[in-house]
Structure formats: C-alpha cells, structure tokens
C-alpha cells in the first residue's frame, strides 16, 4: 500500500468536509440540536460531515472497517480500520466559537498508521503517517523541547459528564496551575492534540474520551516526537479513557502528578 498517495486522497476528501463544516458555521439553531447524552450534542453538520467522509474514504482502501462517532455507517474491525470524529468541538460550534476540526485516523491491525486533524475556522490541516514526520500543512512540526515544567503550557478538558472523579481531576488541576505557565481549556481534544504536536502547548491530558477524539491527533504527537500513555503510564490511551499527550520531559512529569491523584 502507497501510505503517501492514501494521506493526501484522505486530505482531499476532510478538507472538502470541512469546507461543508464551515459554510454552516453560525447557521445551526436550537430546532436543530439533538441531545444524546448529558452535555453531548449533535446537529445535521455531524451527521452529514459523517457521511461525506465515509464515502469518501471508503474508496481508498476496500473492505477497511470503520469506528465512527456518530454511526452513520456499519461499525466494524478489519485489518485496515478508519477512526473518524466528523466534528471534534461540537458544543464549541454550536455556541460559534472558532475551535473545532475534523479528525481522521487510521489503524492497521490494531496500529495506528495515519492521522489527519483538519482546523477546520483557520484552515490548517495538521497530519502525519507511519515512519514519517509530522506535519501542519507542508511544515515540519514538533514538540516543545521545554524540559521545565515551571515554564510549561497545559492543555486540558473539563469533565463534563463522567463526574466521579471530579475529586481527583481537580487535585491535579491545583497542581499544575501552581507549577505552569497557565492550563487552557479549548474544548476541542483533537486541537488540544494537534497544538501540543506543533508546539504550542507541552501537554495535553484528559479523562473520559472516546477513541475518535484522540486516536489522529495522539498519533501526530508520536510523529512529532512527543509521547502518549494514560495515567498509569502505559499504553491503553485509545479505548482507556485517559490520555497524556506531549514532550517527554513534561509529560512524565505531568504523569507523575495525574499517577498520585488517579491511582491512590
């Protein structure tokens, strides 16, 4: 299989979904917003984002399975599997706020191998592929090489629904912003992700996210020369529901504080 020629026919494919995406940016009404769980929304873009990427990306490799959000197609494992979040940031689009973004990934036999994050506002596409680098557009990016914590920008997300461990969260929380630069909260963990590959933030970390969420951006954080485990420091980060995301110095030290407040 020709890895190159499949980013750039999937590139292709999310970027026409994200011009769909944004033409109707500040369009969506109350009437249109669906509620499937507390706090998580959907509209008429995500499912029709969905859509247009599933068949979009079906041709490319046949018989892949597919792992999607809102699911629009069968859901199923093959060895080629795409993992797709149509919009990462809903409740930021509905409220008209610039930060959300598509997220594509694929996995081979349980291996990730490619991984798009399109910034749909700004029009940026942040993506990399197996044994590559890890790009934003055609730049070469990479981690923060920041080995201080103290000089350290943290990116995270609230809980939102899965409250039980609200206790822990914000002892963590405390922690770091006594001890970093400032922790921001953008509500979108594929940007969160994509940020962190470039450079932008050291460390992203999370609790309660689904496999669509992180699967693309975590993979460009590795192409990008970060590291990725969940909060035991082991590698269950994609089904987990736990990721620390970022450069090795400051996420090992970021583990060591989500190790003491999650694990004891």
Known sequence: MDLNKIE???????????????????????????????NSLVTYVDTTAEQMLVEGLKPLIPNAGFLTEEETVTQSTADYRWIIDPLDGTTNFIHGLP??????ALEFKGEMILGVVYDVP?????????????YC??????????????????????????YDRTPQYLQVL???????????RFGSAAMDLAWVAC?????????????????????????????VFDFKGGNNWLMGQEIIAGNSAIAKEVLDVCGEAFTN
């Open 137 to 162: 557009d055609e730049t070469v990016i990479n981690v923060n090489p920041n080995n201080l914590l103290s000089e350290s920008l943290i990116a995270t997300g609230f809980p939102y629904y899965d």
């Open 174 to 184: 405390e922690t770091l912003i006594k001890s970093t630069r400032g922790v921001r």
């Open 99 to 104: 930060c959300f973004a598509v997220s594509v």
């Open 199 to 227: 450079g932008k933030f050291d460390v992203f970390y999370e609790y309660s996210l689904s496999p669509w969420d992180v699967a693309a951006g975590a993979f460009i954080v590795q192409q990008a020369g970060g590291q």
């Open 8 to 38: 750039l026919q999937a590139i292709e494919v999310i970027k026409k979904t994200g011009e769909f995406i944004r033409g109707e940016f500040e369009k969506v009404t109350n009437s249109d917003i669906k509620v499937k769980a507390l």
């Open 122 to 134: 700004h029009n940026k596409c942040y993506h990399a592929i197996k044994d590559g680098k890890a």
